[in-house]
Nanobody
Framework: VQLQASGGGLVQAGGCLRLSCAAAGRTNYAMGWFRQAPGKQREFVAGITYNWGTTVYDDSVKGRFSISRDKAKRIMYLQMNSLKAEDTAVYYC????????????????WGQGTELTVSS
Protein backbone atom coordinates (compact mmCIF):
# COMPACT_ATOMS: atom_id res chain seq x y z
CA VAL A 1 0.00 0.00 0.00
CA GLN A 2 1.28 3.44 -0.91
CA LEU A 3 -0.02 6.53 0.85
CA GLN A 4 0.15 10.20 -0.05
CA ALA A 5 -0.88 12.72 2.59
CA SER A 6 -1.66 16.34 1.83
CA GLY A 7 -3.55 19.38 3.05
CA GLY A 8 -1.45 20.72 5.89
CA GLY A 9 -0.73 24.37 6.38
CA LEU A 10 -0.82 27.35 8.70
CA VAL A 11 -4.16 28.08 10.39
CA GLN A 12 -5.25 30.42 13.14
CA ALA A 13 -6.64 28.99 16.33
CA GLY A 14 -10.33 28.30 15.96
CA GLY A 15 -9.96 27.70 12.26
CA CYS A 16 -10.42 24.54 10.23
CA LEU A 17 -8.54 22.47 7.71
CA ARG A 18 -9.01 19.19 5.89
CA LEU A 19 -6.25 16.64 5.39
CA SER A 20 -6.33 14.02 2.66
CA CYS A 21 -4.61 10.69 2.31
CA ALA A 22 -4.68 8.94 -1.05
CA ALA A 23 -4.12 5.20 -0.98
CA ALA A 24 -2.94 2.93 -3.75
CA GLY A 25 -2.91 -0.82 -3.44
CA ARG A 26 -4.79 -3.33 -1.32
CA THR A 27 -8.07 -1.99 0.03
CA ASN A 28 -9.03 -4.35 2.86
CA TYR A 29 -7.57 -2.56 5.81
CA ALA A 30 -7.92 -0.11 8.66
CA MET A 31 -6.67 3.43 8.23
CA GLY A 32 -5.66 6.05 10.71
CA TRP A 33 -4.39 9.55 11.23
CA PHE A 34 -1.54 10.11 13.62
CA ARG A 35 0.45 13.16 14.60
CA GLN A 36 3.85 13.91 15.94
CA ALA A 37 4.68 17.17 17.62
CA PRO A 38 8.30 18.30 18.02
CA GLY A 39 10.03 16.29 20.72
CA LYS A 40 7.10 13.94 21.18
CA GLN A 41 6.21 10.48 20.04
CA ARG A 42 3.78 9.82 17.25
CA GLU A 43 0.26 9.50 18.60
CA PHE A 44 -3.06 8.24 17.37
CA VAL A 45 -5.64 10.84 16.33
CA ALA A 46 -8.45 9.03 14.54
CA GLY A 47 -9.06 5.81 12.67
CA ILE A 48 -11.55 4.30 10.26
CA THR A 49 -12.12 0.85 8.82
CA TYR A 50 -12.00 1.00 5.06
CA ASN A 51 -14.87 -1.35 4.28
CA TRP A 52 -17.38 -0.50 7.02
CA GLY A 53 -16.45 3.03 7.91
CA THR A 54 -16.31 2.38 11.64
CA THR A 55 -14.55 5.27 13.34
CA VAL A 56 -12.61 5.85 16.53
CA TYR A 57 -11.14 9.05 17.94
CA ASP A 58 -8.66 10.07 20.54
CA ASP A 59 -10.33 11.99 23.34
CA SER A 60 -8.30 15.09 22.54
CA VAL A 61 -10.03 15.53 19.17
CA LYS A 62 -13.52 14.15 19.79
CA GLY A 63 -16.16 16.61 18.70
CA ARG A 64 -13.64 18.66 16.71
CA PHE A 65 -12.17 16.26 14.16
CA SER A 66 -14.01 13.98 11.77
CA ILE A 67 -12.48 11.12 9.81
CA SER A 68 -14.04 9.77 6.64
CA ARG A 69 -13.13 7.92 3.49
CA ASP A 70 -14.21 7.89 -0.12
CA LYS A 71 -14.01 4.27 -1.22
CA ALA A 72 -14.38 5.05 -4.91
CA LYS A 73 -11.48 7.51 -4.84
CA ARG A 74 -9.50 5.58 -2.19
CA ILE A 75 -8.99 8.73 -0.19
CA MET A 76 -9.20 9.19 3.56
CA TYR A 77 -9.95 12.59 5.02
CA LEU A 78 -9.52 14.29 8.35
CA GLN A 79 -11.71 17.32 8.80
CA MET A 80 -10.29 19.39 11.62
CA ASN A 81 -12.41 22.11 13.19
CA SER A 82 -11.91 24.40 16.17
CA LEU A 83 -8.18 23.98 15.88
CA LYS A 84 -5.98 24.67 18.86
CA ALA A 85 -2.31 25.48 19.18
CA GLU A 86 -1.75 22.03 20.69
CA ASP A 87 -2.91 20.46 17.43
CA THR A 88 0.30 21.70 15.82
CA ALA A 89 2.20 18.66 14.54
CA VAL A 90 3.16 16.68 11.50
CA TYR A 91 0.20 14.52 10.58
CA TYR A 92 0.69 11.08 9.13
CA CYS A 93 -1.73 8.63 7.62
CA UNK A 94 -1.19 4.99 8.30
CA UNK A 95 -2.66 1.72 7.11
CA UNK A 96 -2.70 -1.74 8.61
CA UNK A 97 -3.87 -5.09 7.31
CA UNK A 98 -6.18 -6.01 10.09
CA UNK A 99 -8.64 -4.74 12.63
CA UNK A 100 -8.60 -1.21 13.89
CA UNK A 101 -6.07 -0.37 16.55
CA UNK A 102 -4.94 2.88 18.10
CA UNK A 103 -1.41 1.56 18.58
CA UNK A 104 1.10 3.28 16.33
CA UNK A 105 3.21 0.13 16.18
CA UNK A 106 0.30 -1.72 14.62
CA UNK A 107 0.54 0.20 11.36
CA UNK A 108 2.95 -0.99 8.72
CA UNK A 109 2.37 1.52 5.98
CA TRP A 110 2.83 5.27 6.32
CA GLY A 111 2.45 8.36 4.23
CA GLN A 112 5.15 11.02 4.19
CA GLY A 113 3.44 13.39 6.62
CA THR A 114 1.88 16.80 6.20
CA GLU A 115 2.56 19.63 8.61
CA LEU A 116 -0.08 21.59 10.46
CA THR A 117 0.74 24.74 12.36
CA VAL A 118 -1.95 26.41 14.44
CA SER A 119 -1.15 29.94 15.49
CA SER A 120 -2.64 31.27 18.70
Amino acid sequence: VQLQASGGGLVQAGGCLRLSCAAAGRTNYAMGWFRQAPGKQREFVAGITYNWGTTVYDDSVKGRFSISRDKAKRIMYLQMNSLKAEDTAVYYCGVRNGEMTTETSGYGYWGQGTELTVSS
